[in-house]
């Protein structure tokens, strides 16, 4: 029996996590000259909503509306096989019909029965993009329900939405999973615009370093989220970040502690695998600092030393700063001294 859907209060504009303080952000641009707009295509309804009887009609229609993306949803988020498969007529019925999918995907729609905010940030967002990319193509946002098996992907001009991750940090489906409140506290709406842009960062610019130590990992997991600040400058870093606002205020008062642990312990330079995941990685806290602070507070440093080398570098176009690899170097050139 599904329990009732609770008051979902999103009447938020991006307006509303406006930065507090005096002056112009320096990553505050003009972008009224740019009309181009973003919304998320609600894949999830044309799928539900599919007469199985036209299902052969339905599924060339998928094929050449959605592409990469309706291939990768089947064989990588729903894991039911090409479409091409003679059984997957019969497969894709299952996975509509499924009660238990149904009952997400009903849910999930009346959380989202109105997506005119969360289109309005992503236009946002993407028009900023434009801005520092004036000649690229915009990526088209897929929204889909996949039974919590997938919050995003990204594949070719399409970016992936599991709008079934983002019901609210206190859905009961969440509960019922056992999913910890450090991750279900961002599963909530709002995220979805920050989310779609880092997702679409690290394909236009995934990690590539062949040394691959904690420093180079940080500076790149920085620099995603730099890229993030130029497409909402005016949001608020808990928003991007992920974090409390108490976790950002620990954040700001132990950034020279953190910094000098990292260096004293000699972990900047380390390759270990497990180091790495534990300083970057969702968790509780960062099991090298203390238990008040946040997960992946690492990655936080990271930003920081980004965001000190374009303080000092103000005229470096966003792409050429996103197209560094030399990562080592932007940490010297940052004169990083917290």
Not at 59 to 73: K, M, Q, S, V, W
Not at 104 to 118: A, L, N
Not at 227 to 254: H, I, Y
């Amino acid at each position: 029996m599904m329990r009732p859907v609770q008051e979902i209060c999103f009447f938020v504009s991006c307006g509303v996590f406006l930065l507090h303080g005096c002056g112009r952000h320096p990553l505050e641009v003009d972008i009224s000259d740019i009309e181009e707009t973003v919304h998320v295509e609600r894949f999830d309804r044309e799928l539900f909503e599919m007469k199985m009887d036209t299902a052969d009609h339905a599924i060339g229609y998928f094929y050449e509306r959605y592409g990469d993306f309706f291939d990768i949803f089947n064989t990588h988020i729903i894991h039911i096989g090409p479409g091409s498969g003679k059984r997957y007529p019969s497969f894709l019925s299952m996975f509509i019909n499924d009660p238990a999918n149904r009952e997400v995907y009903e849910y999930t729609g009346r959380v989202f029965s109105d997506m005119e905010e969360i289109n309005r940030c992503l236009t946002n967002g993407f028009r900023h993009y434009l801005y520092h990319y004036p000649d690229s193509t915009l990526p088209r946002v897929v929204g889909y329900v996949s039974r919590f098996n997938q919050g995003l992907f990204t594949v070719g001009h399409f970016i992936g939405v599991g709008l079934d991750q983002y019901l609210g940090s206190d859905c009961h489906y969440y509960d019922l999973m056992g999913i910890p409140r450090y991750l279900s506290k961002n599963k909530i709406p709002e995220k979805i615009p920050v989310d779609v842009l880092y997702a679409w960062a690290t394909q236009i610019y995934p990690y590539n370093d062949s040394v691959d130590n904690l420093l180079t990992r940080i500076i790149h997991q920085g620099m995603l989220h730099h890229f993030v600040d130029a497409m909402f400058p005016q949001l608020e870093d808990s928003l991007k970040m992920g974090f409390t606002g108490e976790q950002l205020t620990w954040c700001r008062k132990n950034e020279a502690q953190m910094w000098t642990h990292l260096v004293e312990k000699k972990l900047l330079f380390s390759t270990d695998p497990l180091v790495i995941r534990k300083l970057l990685e969702d968790a509780p806290y960062t099991y090298y600092f203390t238990g008040e602070s946040p997960g992946r507070a690492a990655v936080w440093l990271g930003r920081q030393i980004v965001r000190e080398f374009v303080r000092r570098n103000p005229d470096l176009p966003l792409g050429v700063l996103m197209s560094r690899r030399d990562y080592q170097e932007i940490l010297r050139e940052s004169r990083y001294d917290p």
